[in-house]
Nanobody, 123 residues
Framework: QVILVESGGRLVQTGDSLRLSCVAS????????MGWFRQAPGKEREFVAT????????LYADSVKGRFNISRDSAKNTVYLQMNGLKLEDTAVYYC????????????????WGQGTQVTVSS
């Protein structure tokens, strides 16, 4: 059983930067690919970014490419999402996810989920 705990979400203004963190416990961190997803009110959960087991490979949603950066620190069992140039449409609950063999961009392909952290971008 892998437990994921996100943190770092808060109210920011457009153009600001924010870094989300997700600490994993209960399993060998290197066995899991990690992903970030988000869900806005009334919308389906959507893919944001994912990173492979060793951190060598990453994928991003087109909407965040060039603004967000996903990384992982195996010494801290933590995955990060650095978000720059935040826009109003980035407002959502952000979820961390883990799976030993994920379907990368598909949220249904991740077994373990955190409780989410709220990011609100205001003008």
């Amino acid at each position: 059983q892998v437990i994921l705990v996100e943190s770092g979400g808060r109210l920011v203004q457009t153009g600001d930067s924010l870094r989300l963190s997700c600490v994993a416990s209960g399993g060998r961190f290197s066995n899991y690919a990690m992903g970030w997803f988000r869900q806005a009110p009334g919308k389906e959960r959507e893919f944001v970014a994912t990173i492979s087991w060793g951190g060598k490979n990453t994928l991003y949603a087109d909407s965040v490419k060039g603004r967000f950066n996903i990384s992982r620190d195996s010494a801290k069992n933590t995955v990060y999402l650095q978000m720059n140039g935040l826009k109003l449409e980035d407002t959502a609950v952000y979820y961390c996810a883990a799976d030993p063999a994920p379907r990368w961009r598909d949220y249904k392909g991740y077994k373990y989920w955190g409780q989410g952290t709220q990011v609100t971008v205001s003008s």
